[in-house]
T-cell receptor, first 117, second 115 residues
Framework: AQTVTQSQPEMSVQEAETVTLSCTYD???????LFWYKQPPSRQMILVIR??????QNATENRFSVNFQKAAKSFSLKISDSQLGDAAMYFC??????????????FGKGTKLTVNP | KAGVTQTPRYLIKTRGQQVTLSCSPI?????VSWYQQTPGQGLQFLFE???????NKGNFPGRFSGRQFSNSRSEMNVSTLELGDSALYLC??????????????FGPGTRLLVL
């Protein structure tokens, strides 16, 4: 079974600074997807960024980028120019890419990000 | 395009009762998944549906059930509620199963409190 580990329960960053959230995963599959979701106090889970395992290029979405290291099974999220609105719980998630495989997301325990003004 | 909607947003029930939660996916999305979120266990997968068929089920007792209708709307039911069922129940929809269709978008959740 796949597992996702987020080793930092809490992180803090100064507004306008850069912060990196860590995520490692364990799988024997070669085809899969990785996601970062953000859950603010409203509890709405919001997709931040998506990475396909077969793509070597790291995904980016505006101020958000990932460092995907497939061999190391590492998938960290970098937030540049942090804003107060970035404060939230961040979840790393894994999904199998196997043909006919389960769509279920396997989540890490989350990292609570605080942004200080 | 409207997002995933879930009703009701909040529910208070007593032990032994049953509850039905509803989820309407994003228009055009045919896949619906359900997750339970608690402080202790985090986010746990409940079930997934595609074209009215349950494709997978998580490790939950039989008191938890669900279904999907022809319009892709989904419901989940919890019978004989227990205190431990208090949680945020999240529904997510995706366009389909193939590559490029798999990204799940979440609804706002239903917060269930069992007294």
């Amino acid at each position: 079974a796949q597992t996702v580990t987020q080793s930092q329960p809490e992180m803090s960053v100064q507004e306008a600074e850069t912060v990196t959230l860590s995520c490692t995963y364990d799988t024997s599959e070669s085809d899969y997807y990785l996601f970062w979701y953000k859950q603010p106090p409203s509890r709405q889970m919001i997709l931040v960024i998506r990475q396909e395992a077969y793509k070597q290029q790291n995904a980016t979405e505006n101020r958000f980028s990932v460092n995907f290291q497939k061999a190391a099974k590492s998938f960290s999220l970098k937030i540049s120019d942090s804003q107060l609105g970035d404060a939230a719980m961040y979840f790393c998630a894994y999904r199998s890419g196997a043909q006919g495989g389960s769509e279920k997301l396997v989540f890490g325990k989350g990292t609570k990000l605080t942004v200080n003004p | 395009k409207a997002g995933v909607t879930q009703t009701p947003r909040y529910l208070i029930k007593t032990r032994g009762q049953q509850v039905t939660l509803s989820c309407s996916p994003i228009s055009g999305h045919r896949s619906v998944s359900w997750y339970q979120q608690t402080p202790g266990q985090g986010l746990q997968f409940l079930f997934e549906y595609f074209s009215e068929t349950q494709r997978n089920k998580g490790n939950f007792p039989g008191r938890f059930s669900g279904r999907q209708f022809s319009n892709s709307r989904s419901e989940m039911n919890v019978s004989t509620l227990e205190l431990g069922d208090s949680a945020l129940y999240l529904c997510a929809s995706a366009r389909g199963l193939g590559r490029g269709q798999e990204t799940q978008y979440f609804g706002p959740g239903t917060r269930l409190l069992v007294l």
